[in-house]
């Protein structure tokens, strides 16, 4: 079935969405206050005629957009976001859209390994889709059908929100790892202890013990961790060869929101607090890995 996309944001996701679903779907495009593509002047008038928008942006602008067309959102349209940040307001992109999109709007998150030039160059990629409304996975269906966009419908919205935001953070410790040459087992006990400790702030959220094991969360957390051309692992390679100047992104604005709204008690998960140690003071990089390393050493049972 052919629908109307509304796709907003025009960054390398806007382009990688766009060649995901342009050959079997009417796109209009809106970036930066402007309509690229589409039949009218206006994005409210763009949404009044879409049947899926695709929020394709930062998390920060979620709020000020979702508000600003949520009236104008035709009966039975689906809002769906891909960003994997915090606001300035500590909320993920799924609780924006619950407050904003209320009154039976239907909304959504598609979170997974997506790197945007793997699938504007013809790859494949694969998300966890989790719907306010499960009876619009149809949609998703018809969207991306034919495709190389492997979408599977799941639950726990926000656990998987978590998931997916969190994993940035974990992933600098693998660039840490990797630059400081701890070695491959290192990043094996990395791998599970950042799922562990994703299980564990997921379910303190009220979410599925399970839900990190996904694409939103083990899936994500592996690309990018391993990637070399991962920002988050390069950023862990700065932060050991002293390279301080320019140490920004997602996972960092990250740690600052979760440091400052407190939206779990983040000291309780030893390799998160590690991570938000070495970003805040890395001159003292190299003591905290090794005191890390000593606690491991010195544990007399599994923490994980």
């Given at each position: ?241 002293g390279e301080w100047s320019d140490i920004s992104g997602e996972g960092v604005h990250t740690l600052q929101m979760v440091e400052k709204f407190h939206p779990f008690e983040w000291r309780a998960y030893p390799l998160f607090s590690l991570a938000h140690d070495i970003v805040t003071q890395p001159a003292t990089l190299r003591e905290r890995v090794e005191d890390y390393l000593k606690q491991l050493r010195e544990m007399e049972s599994c923490a994980i």
């Amino acid at each position: 079935m052919r629908q109307r996309v509304l796709i907003l944001g025009y960054g390398k996701m806007g382009h990688a969405m766009e060649s995901l679903v342009a050959d079997r779907h009417d796109v209009r495009i809106w970036n930066l206050s402007t309509v690229v593509k589409g039949s009218h002047a206006t994005l409210e008038e763009e949404v009044a005629e879409a049947q899926v928008i695709l929020f394709c942006l930062p998390v920060n602008p979620h709020h000020e957009i979702a508000s600003r067309i949520a009236p104008y959102l035709a009966q039975g349209s689906l809002c769906l976001t891909i960003a994997k940040g915090l606001d300035e307001s500590g909320r993920t992109a799924a609780q924006i859209f619950e407050r904003v999109l209320t009154g039976g709007r239907h909304y959504g998150v598609v979170y997974g390994p997506m790197i945007s030039a793997e699938i504007t160059a013809g790859r494949h990629a694969f998300a966890d889709v989790v719907l306010s409304d499960m009876g619009d996975f149809d949609v998703i269906q018809s969207l991306f059908h034919g495709g190389k966009l492997v979408c599977q419908q799941a639950s726990d919205m926000h656990g998987r929100s978590w998931s997916v935001i969190l994993k940035n953070v974990y992933a600098i410790m693998f660039g840490v790892s990797d630059e400081l040459k701890l070695g491959n087992n290192m990043r094996g006990h990395l791998m599970v202890a950042a799922i562990s400790e994703l299980s564990g702030i997921v379910q303190s959220f009220g979410g599925q013990a399970h839900t990190p094991y996904s694409y939103a969360g083990l899936g994500d957390l592996l690309t990018t961790a391993t990637s070399e051309d991962s920002h988050h692992h390069a950023l862990g390679r700065q932060l050991v060869r002293g390279e301080w100047s320019d140490i920004s992104g997602e996972g960092v604005h990250t740690l600052q929101m979760v440091e400052k709204f407190h939206p779990f008690e983040w000291r309780a998960y030893p390799l998160f607090s590690l991570a938000h140690d070495i970003v805040t003071q890395p001159a003292t990089l190299r003591e905290r890995v090794e005191d890390y390393l000593k606690q491991l050493r010195e544990m007399e049972s599994c923490a994980i």
